[in-house]
């Protein structure tokens, strides 16, 4: 268990990659905050089963990711619960596929909130206590579309490029504080929010559901394979590691391939 005595929260997390991540932090030994969207009494079992599979403390933080100061409120929460706050994910994220003149403003405002804006306030509200424990691990999930773009995700790949950017600025602040800052950027990973984006894609480029998962999702990974949520909570695990104390400012593709074509 090697992050015994550690604290993480991960945003977005009561479901797919995010919930894939804080349970692999708790089998390291790390205590977690949980954070999300979703019915109250499958997020209490969520966070439950935490506690009980792993014997770690786990939070539930229903902050908004939309509102700056629930944000920051849910960094000084766990700290004031755990302790600290040692690893700090950022995870959540949502997705809508239109053509940019007819993409709606206030879905683009809200993607832009959630998938980086919402990122910055958690980085900004974890780093003093990072600074002065000069210990920190800073993760967020980015995207393939970090690297590349696709038609009719405006938001999505604007507010993921920015996260790449967000990113290497906080790692450049952060180098002579012993705290790392990275991104991981999946392909294609079978999620609640790959499988929403689907009749929105479908209707968009007026393809069968077998033909976006075929001919637009899986035609972009080399493997022909999903990425799985297990692979990406790995990845996360890794980053956490003394081995990893000398990555920083990396966006770490986990595509099948996509990118390097």
């Not at 979703?38 to 770690?56: N, Q, Y």
């Not at 910055?120 to 993760?139: E, Q, T």
């Amino acid at each position: 268990m090697t992050l015994q005595t550690r604290n993480a929260i991960v945003t977005g997390s009561t479901s797919g990659i995010g919930l894939a991540i804080a349970r692999a932090f708790a089998k390291e030994g790390a205590n977690v905050t949980i954070n999300g969207l979703g019915d109250a009494a499958a997020i209490e079992a969520e966070r439950a089963a935490i506690e009980k599979d792993f014997g770690v403390k786990a939070r539930y933080s229903p902050a908004n990711m939309t509102k700056p100061e629930e944000i920051r409120a849910m960094v000084t929460d766990a700290e004031k619960a755990f302790g600290s706050v040692d690893i700090l994910v950022n995870n959540a994220g949502i997705q809508h596929v239109a053509p940019i003149e007819e993409f709606p403003i206030d879905t683009w405002n809200l993607i832009i909130a959630i998938n980086l804006s919402a990122a910055f306030h958690a980085i900004a509200a974890a780093i003093p206590g990072m600074k002065a424990r000069k210990w920190g691990r800073i993760i967020s999930t980015a995207s393939a579309h970090s690297k590349v773009a696709s038609p009719f995700k405006s938001a999505y790949v604007s507010a993921k490029h920015g996260i790449d950017g967000l990113t290497k600025t906080a790692a450049l602040e952060l180098a002579k504080f012993g705290t790392t800052v990275n991104c991981i950027s999946p392909g294609y990973v079978w999620t609640p929010l790959v499988e929403k984006q689907i009749p929105d894609t479908m209707a968009a480029r007026h393809l069968t559901r077998e033909q976006v998962i075929n001919d637009v999702l899986l035609t972009a990974q080399p493997t022909k394979e999903f990425v799985t949520v297990e692979q990406v909570a790995a990845l996360a695990v890794f980053l956490t590691s003394d081995a990893a104390c000398q990555i920083t400012g990396a966006n770490i593709s986990i595509d099948g391939g996509w990118t390097a074509e």
